[in-house]
């Protein structure tokens, strides 16, 4: 067996966020195993620096690289926009962001190329997307839109609540009859898939995180790098405990009723 397909897939976000992404490779690459972490005490990045993201981001990396995977996945819009090819230069495993699987499949999707983009302010800004998009199909026409209270009311686990859906109608409805498509730019935004969706009925949804599943696994069988174990570990690290950590994470991937985080303290020596 090669030692490569023995080894687990690092995962890291700012938050819970991230975890859908796990539950796709759960789906799509059952044999797997991964080490993820969430970065919550520094929750959210889409308010902060580029460069105060880049350096989160290079602690994250260093921690997971410690587990000797073979692929790191940055499962963070924000990150993936501001230090993905940073990281890609830094380590010498390949390191997946979420924006180009899913700049792909919308353009695959949308049938008048006009595509919408919702994500944090930060991601939104570096319009990340709409190069890439355009880099693919330049004729097409990219809507960023940022919305900022999204991230925060998912943590405390407001997915059904009124204030939900009021921010998401003031966010969402500007759109209408502008875009055929539209990139759900933040991993935490499929768990408010429903209510993006009652909001823009006619509008295909993108999912980032499937994207980068199906990304992964394409990397994974031209290397020759899958796993076949039966038995794959999962490990979950956070960098803060809170309330609604765990409460969250099982009602991600309901298939793991015990899941639990372990807390961790990353390094925080500045990046070069």
Same mark, same amino acid.
């Given at each position: 067996?090669?030692?490569?397909?023995?080894?687990?897939?690092?995962?890291?976000?700012?938050?819970?966020?991230?975890?859908?992404?796990?539950?796709?490779?759960?789906?799509?690459?059952?044999?797997?195993?991964?080490?993820?972490?969430?970065?919550?005490?520094?929750?959210?990045?889409?308010?902060?620096?580029?460069?105060?993201?880049?350096?989160?981001?290079?602690?994250?990396?260093?921690?997971?690289?410690?587990?000797?995977?073979?692929?790191?996945?940055?499962?963070?819009?924000?990150?993936?926009?501001?230090?993905?090819?940073?990281?890609?230069?830094?380590?010498?495993?390949?390191?997946?962001?979420?924006?180009?699987?899913?700049?792909?499949?919308?353009?695959?999707?949308?049938?008048?190329?006009?595509?919408?983009?919702?994500?944090?302010?930060?991601?939104?800004?570096?319009?990340?997307?709409?190069?890439?998009?355009?880099?693919?199909?330049?004729?097409?026409?990219?809507?960023?839109?940022?919305?900022?209270? /999204?991230?925060?009311?998912?943590?405390?686990?407001?997915?059904?609540?009124?204030?939900?859906?009021?921010?998401?109608?003031?966010?969402?409805?500007?759109?209408?009859?502008?875009?055929?498509?539209?990139?759900?730019?933040?991993?935490?935004?499929?768990?408010?898939?429903?209510?993006?969706?009652?909001?823009?009925?006619?509008?295909?949804?993108?999912?980032?995180?499937?994207?980068?599943?199906?990304?992964?696994?394409?990397?994974?069988?031209?290397?020759?790098?899958?796993?076949?174990?039966?038995?794959?570990?999962?490990? /979950?690290?956070?960098?803060?405990?809170?309330?609604?950590?765990?409460?969250?994470?099982?009602?991600?991937?309901?298939?793991?009723?015990?899941?639990?985080?372990?807390?961790?303290?990353?390094?925080?020596?500045?990046?070069?």
């Amino acid at each position: 067996m090669d030692t490569q397909q023995k080894k687990p897939i690092g995962i890291f976000d700012s938050g819970v966020g991230g975890l859908t992404v796990v539950r796709a490779m759960m789906e799509l690459l059952p044999s797997e195993s991964f080490v993820y972490l969430g970065d919550t005490a520094n929750l959210p990045y889409g308010e902060k620096s580029a460069e105060m993201v880049r350096q989160y981001a290079f602690h994250n990396a260093r921690f997971l690289q410690e587990f000797d995977i073979k692929v790191m996945v940055v499962a963070c819009n924000t990150a993936s926009s501001v230090a993905l090819t940073d990281l890609q230069q830094a380590f010498d495993f390949p390191v997946i962001g979420v924006i180009e699987p899913a700049a792909k499949e919308a353009i695959k999707v949308s049938s008048s190329k006009k595509i919408g983009v919702i994500g944090t302010k930060r991601t939104i800004r570096t319009q990340m997307y709409t190069h890439k998009i355009h880099e693919i199909e330049p004729q097409a026409t990219v809507v960023g839109k940022a919305c900022p209270l /999204f991230v925060p009311l998912i943590e405390e686990g407001f997915l059904h609540h009124e204030a939900m859906t009021l921010i998401a109608r003031e966010y969402l409805v500007p759109l209408r009859g502008k875009i055929d498509t539209l990139i759900l730019g933040c991993t935490h935004y499929p768990l408010i898939r429903d209510t993006i969706q009652s909001l823009l009925p006619e509008v295909h949804l993108v999912d980032s995180a499937y994207s980068t599943a199906r990304e992964l696994r394409q990397l994974l069988l031209e290397r020759g790098w899958l796993s076949p174990s039966l038995t794959p570990s999962r490990l /979950f690290y956070a960098t803060d405990i809170t309330e609604h950590l765990n409460t969250l994470a099982r009602m991600i991937l309901p298939e793991m009723p015990f899941l639990t985080f372990e807390e961790v303290r990353l390094a925080s020596t500045p990046v070069v």
